[in-house]
């Protein structure tokens, strides 16, 4: 055990003292980072037996306690107030009965149990010693839940008869490790892992089950338990719900599609919480008040039955709230679902249909001339509190690096990206170089010959600087100039906009270019990424 001890638990006024076991992905990312960012708590042990992990952990919290077992937290139990448990699932129950039987609450990361049995042995073991259990369910405050809810809760969908929910990746070669593994004492799979967060939400949305039926399949060479399942379940209120997880998806669905008597609502693409918080700073510093996200094509609208008009979404989502005790969602204060600071709408979006704005620009309208070489027709005017930071762009391309990139590499990432156009409906062009050569080149329904030019001048920017083109218009503008007064390249061949991103290989260096043209610039740049991140995390 080391570091350095907060004081005496229990004292009025002062932080409860979290234990926390468990620092990989959700103890890391998840649970240490929004314990230390809520008022009232303080994290003051992290167990892990990983040296690499127990380094991560005094990096970033440098007063916190290390342990390398759970018994060094449970033989100090009168020390602390709370035990986190976010290890393998298959501790989960024997971790949270000893915290139990030890006299200390906790909150157990999902599933909290491989079998309901053990559930409800669980929860009579913290009613006789009247202490609190609780499953983290975070995906109860992302945005488009939360939006959802405040829809439902409004009326403004009418009677809801069909809800769809959909959890899914395009991983056609499993990733291995204890979550892929086909021993049932592991419990592993998708069912157990994001089926946790689909079944929940619906739950909470609907009420309980009255029935239910479920798929659940094995399809990739090589996997171990299930990857693609569906589930549906009728509620006792009479909506039905459609549940979709799935690791063997090559076209990604809506993320929900809610079909009602008055009105429809239909939501494309992941809450950003989790990529915010793998990649960004602190929960604090990223959600605090007049926080806003930009959404992308498509990205949330709702649909009435004659006519189509945007739903805002609740734009940082609420995740930090989970561990201060504010209820569930929209019942807990603060500004409701829906609500963004400042009001108004977001730049480049319409009331009649989703917009994709300004083809080569990001930000108010602008007039799309056909002449590519009318760049300062096309300079933006950009709006900080939707763009990233220098630190976010560059942190980006040192993250996103091949060990190779093959021809085989560049027709599935373009046939990613494909996929990801046609779902959102974008009128986008796709072009992947390597080494002079080009590889791939797709254009989708509503692109034009100009979007072509503008990928090879964005393209030489990439080959020129060896950076993504959005991030050298970046630097530029964070000089107090722009790409086109400073850079003394001519406006026709070099275009510093959004879209075109290093191929990187490790070893190597940057050896090509992946280049998406036809939204606005930024929406450009994330889609971009967007692909990279799911190709890389095959």
Same mark, same amino acid.
């Given at each position: ?286 959600? $605090?008040? +007049? ?5 992308? !094509?498509? #990205?949330? /609208? =709702?649909?009435?039955?004659? &006519?189509? *008009? @945007? ?20 019942? $807990?204060? +603060? ?5 963004? !600071?400042? #009001?108004? /709408? =977001?730049?480049?979006?319409? &009331?009649? *249909? @989703? ?184």
């Amino acid at each position: 055990m080391t570091g350095t001890p907060l004081g005496t638990p229990g004292t009025p006024g002062s932080p409860l003292r979290v234990g926390l076991v468990g620092y990989g992905l959700a103890g890391s990312v998840f649970h240490a980072p929004l314990i230390a960012a809520t008022e009232g708590l303080a994290l003051d042990t992290v167990v892990t037996s990983n040296p690499e992990r127990q380094q991560q952990a005094r990096a970033e919290f440098p007063d916190v306690r290390l342990a390398a077992g759970p018994d060094e937290l449970f033989d100090r139990a009168a020390e602390l107030d709370l035990i986190v448990v976010a290890s393998p699932n298959k501790t989960h129950v024997p971790l949270a009965t000893a915290a139990l039987r030890a006299g200390l609450p906790v909150v157990v990361d999902k599933p909290v149990a491989g079998t309901a049995a053990e559930a409800r042995e669980l929860a009579a073991l913290a009613e006789e010693r009247g202490l609190l259990l609780s499953v983290f369910q975070n995906r109860r405050w992302d945005n488009d839940f939360l939006t959802l809810r405040k829809l439902l809760s409004e009326g403004e969908l009418g009677d809801v008869w069909r809800f769809e929910s959909r959890f899914e990746r395009w991983r056609p070669k499993p990733k291995g490790g204890w979550r892929e593994s086909g021993d049932p004492a592991e419990i592993g799979g998708l069912l157990y892992d994001l089926g946790s967060h689909v079944v929940d939400q619906a739950l909470v949305l609907f009420g309980p089950a009255a029935a239910v039926y479920a798929e659940s399949d094995i399809r990739r060479p090589g996997a171990e338990t299930d990857d693609d399942t569906f589930i549906a379940i009728t509620h006792t209120s009479g909506v039905r719900s459609h549940l979709y997880v799935s690791a063997t998806t090559a076209q990604l669905g809506p993320r929900f599609r809610v079909l009602g008597s008055a009105a429809g609502y239909v939501k494309y693409g992941l809450d950003p919480q989790e990529a915010a918080r793998r990649d960004g700073p602190p929960p604090r510093a990223r959600l $605090g008040r +007049g926080a806003r996200v930009a959404v992308g !094509p498509r #990205g949330l /609208r =709702r649909v009435p039955g004659h &006519g189509r *008009r @945007p739903a805002r979404t609740d734009p940082p989502g609420r995740l930090p709230r989970l561990l201060c005790g504010r209820g569930e969602g929209p019942a $807990g204060g +603060g500004p409701e679902p829906g609500d963004r !600071p400042g #009001g108004g /709408r =977001r730049p480049g979006r319409t &009331g009649s *249909r @989703p917009s994709f704005g300004p083809r080569e620009g990001d930000g108010d309208p602008v007039t799309h001339k056909s002449n590519p070489s009318h760049s300062q027709e096309l300079t933006p005017k950009f709006h900080p509190e939707l763009t990233p930071s220098l630190e976010e762009l560059e942190k980006e391309e040192r993250r996103l690096v091949f060990r190779q990139f093959t021809h085989d590499d560049a027709w599935e990432l373009g046939s990613l990206l494909v996929g990801m156009a046609r779902e959102r409906q974008a009128p986008v062009a796709i072009d992947i170089h390597r080494a002079g050569q080009q590889l791939f080149h797709a254009a989708l329904p509503g692109s034009t010959p100009d979007n072509d030019a503008w990928i090879a001048r964005k393209r030489r920017v990439v080959e020129r600087y060896g950076s993504a083109s959005y991030l050298v218009g970046a630097r530029f503008r964070a000089k107090g100039t722009t790409f086109e007064e400073s850079s003394r390249l001519d406006p026709d061949t070099y275009a510093a906009h959004g879209g075109s991103f290093p191929i990187t290989v490790e070893g190597a260096g940057v050896i090509g270019t992946v280049t998406v043209s036809g939204l606005p610039q930024l929406q450009d740049h994330r889609f971009v990424v967007e692909a990279l991140e799911r190709f890389l995390d095959r």
